[in-house]
């Protein structure tokens, strides 16, 4: 293209010949969308989840098919979304040893920070606190999780783990543990002295932000 030629407006000419930082939320999200009326459809998304991407990020191909998206514009954000997390968790996969509750979150933020519902997860961790394993225990739904203790130390045994990290996340946003979660620590706290294998932390995870019990001393 000629120095003096005007560009067209379209999003993917401005990335080449402007730069990546000269595009809006709206054009950089049109140029995943691609295809027919991608700039009104993703000011419309946009608008919807008020400017927050992580929102766009939790959107279902059903959500997004609701606001406008033909099957192949839905599949594609998702994939997008797919691969900005897979990107972050590589990222997070080369913090391997475990020196601060910040670490914690650091590696498990990328997988839990997004999601709609809870999941339980646990960090088995060598002598030198290097994890060994990283493991989903449960799923559950909106407000809560069943944790099966003798499936935790069984994995435990099985990877050798010297003390583990237990992790979880709140849709909700709230941080704050709740009865329930003091109690499940409690009750693997226990069943880790019995078994020689030291409870660390359980650190609990929201959008931004994280809560670990031992930073507030109640581990």
Known sequence: MSKNKALTGDPREILLFRGLYSLSDAENLSIVISG?????????????VNGNYRSIA???????????LSYGQATRVIACNEYAKRKQICVADEKDQIKMSK??????????SDLSYEEFWVLFLNR??????????????LSGTVTDVRLL?????????SSMVLCHNHPSGNLQPSESDKSITQKIKDAGIIMDIQIIDHIIINEKDYYSFADNGIM
């Open 128 to 141: 030198s606190n290097k994890v060994l394993l990283k493991y989903k225990l449960s799923q559950g739904g």
């Open 36 to 48: 027919r009326d991608a700039l009104d459809k993703a000011r419309n998304i946009l608008s919807t």
């Open 58 to 68: 939790q959107m279902s191909y059903n959500d997004l098919v609701r606001e406008g």
């Open 153 to 161: 130390f069984r994995k435990a045994l099985d990877v050798f783990a």
């Open 103 to 112: 670490d914690v979150f650091d590696i498990m933020s990328p997988i839990l």
